[in-house]
């Protein structure tokens, strides 16, 4: 079946630095692939679209800057959250959905603690 | 803007009990997506509905889609304690296309008690 791999799984780093996110879809390519924020207990908030070889689109409330999204290629899109604070801590997921798979497959979620 | 809704938030069951969960969304959906997330883990895909009506059953797991199209269930027979996690509906968002963005509603948290 249809495999994304986000990695890291889970990343420490201190207020003001960045931190990247790597989301790769290993058996299928995804033109789109989309960023969630999850909150403990909470439901998954989508925060942008990726899109191969363009813009992404972010969802109302999200700012961009903050939140940089790259879709390179066909398999690989990246999130990286810039001059983290520690209310960024969260736990981000990536999802994608191609022409050969059923549903949209996750990512195994990255848990990001900023200190 | 749309809206789905999920409810109840939480369920506590005795193991053995069955368990529902229910899902409305404020506009007519195209079709609808069940995921189940285990406690530390990732939302996984389990079925999607696409007919008015439908009912698709996997196992223990039996999935409705309403003949409006606007809510649906999920229902587990005789829960085990495997079935612990989050249960999510989604939909597609209003003017979405096929492998666009989903609505999910706010999910429902099980727990099995052996």
């Known amino acids: 079946g249809a495999v994304v791999s986000q990695h890291p799984s889970r990343v420490i780093c201190k207020s003001g630095t960045s931190v990247k996110i790597e989301c790769r879809s290993l058996?299928?390519?995804?033109?789109?692939m989309f960023w969630y924020r999850q909150f403990p207990k909470k439901s998954l908030m989508l925060m942008a679209t990726?899109?191969?070889?363009?813009?992404?689109?972010?969802e109302q409330g999200v700012e961009k800057d903050k939140f940089l999204i790259n879709h390179a290629s066909l398999t690989l899109s990246t999130l990286t959250v810039t001059s983290a604070h520690p209310e960024d801590s969260s736990f981000y997921i990536c999802s994608a959905a191609g022409q050969s798979t059923y549903g949209y497959t996750f990512g195994s979620g990255t848990r990001l603690t900023v200190v | 803007g749309q809206q789905v809704m999920q409810i109840p938030q939480y369920q506590h069951v005795q193991e053995g009990e069955d368990f529902t969960t229910y899902c409305n969304s404020s506009t007519t959906l195209s079709n609808i997506q069940w995921y189940k997330q285990r406690p530390g883990g990732h939302p996984v895909f389990l079925i999607q509905?696409?007919?008015?009506?439908e009912v698709k059953k996997q196992k223990r797991l039996t999935f409705q889609f309403g003949e409006a199209k606007k809510n649906s269930s999920l229902h587990i027979t005789a829960t085990q304690t495997t079935d612990v996690g989050t249960y999510f509906c989604?939909?597609?968002?209003?003017?979405?296309?096929?492998?666009?963005?989903?609505?999910f509603g706010q999910g429902t948290i099980l727990t099995v008690h052996p």
């Open positions: 509905l696409v007919k008015s009506g």
């Open positions: 990726s899109n191969e070889g363009s813009k992404a689109t972010y």
């Open positions: 989604a939909g597609p968002s209003a003017g979405g296309t096929s492998y666009g963005k989903l609505t």
């Open positions: 058996d299928f390519q995804a033109t789109t």
